[in-house]
């Protein structure tokens, strides 16, 4: 699925570990990403953690797709800053599931929390090529 995300690979998105229900991924901040307040668009913001979203979710094996997510912005980025996504299952039933992800920044105290994204999931059949 990662390999054929060309929105992701085409920000510079890197999946750095995905694993039964967990994942993390990073994103360079960068010109082009920039809003007219000279801060990340939060569209980006919203790719990067729905990208983490989408590994954690489907490293169970079978097809899964989002049902719905939504996204809280708890802090500006900037320019150069590297934002790292951690998603973290937090509950399957059925077809369903319930991921958290937490974008944040590395600063010199440790990181910053820049937002703060929950997905819903669904598990679908695969598709027929």
Do not use: K, Q, W
Not at 61 to 90: H, K, N, Q
């Amino acid at each position: 699925m990662l390999e054929a995300d060309a929105a992701s690979a085409s920000l510079g998105i890197d999946v750095t570990a995905a694993r039964y229900g967990c994942s993390a991924a990073r994103m360079r901040v960068t010109e082009r990403m920039l809003n007219g307040h000279g801060i990340a668009h939060g569209g980006f913001l919203f790719l990067l953690a729905d990208t983490a979203f989408a590994a954690a979710c489907n490293s169970h094996g079978p097809v899964t797709v989002a049902a719905g997510a939504e996204i809280s912005f708890v802090a500006g980025a900037r320019l150069g800053d590297e934002l790292i996504a951690t998603a973290e299952e937090r509950t399957r039933y059925g077809r369903n599931g319930i991921y958290d992800v937490t974008v944040h920044r590395r600063t010199p105290e440790g990181r910053e929390v820049v937002a703060e994204f929950r997905g819903r999931s669904r598990t679908v059949a695969a598709p027929e090529h």
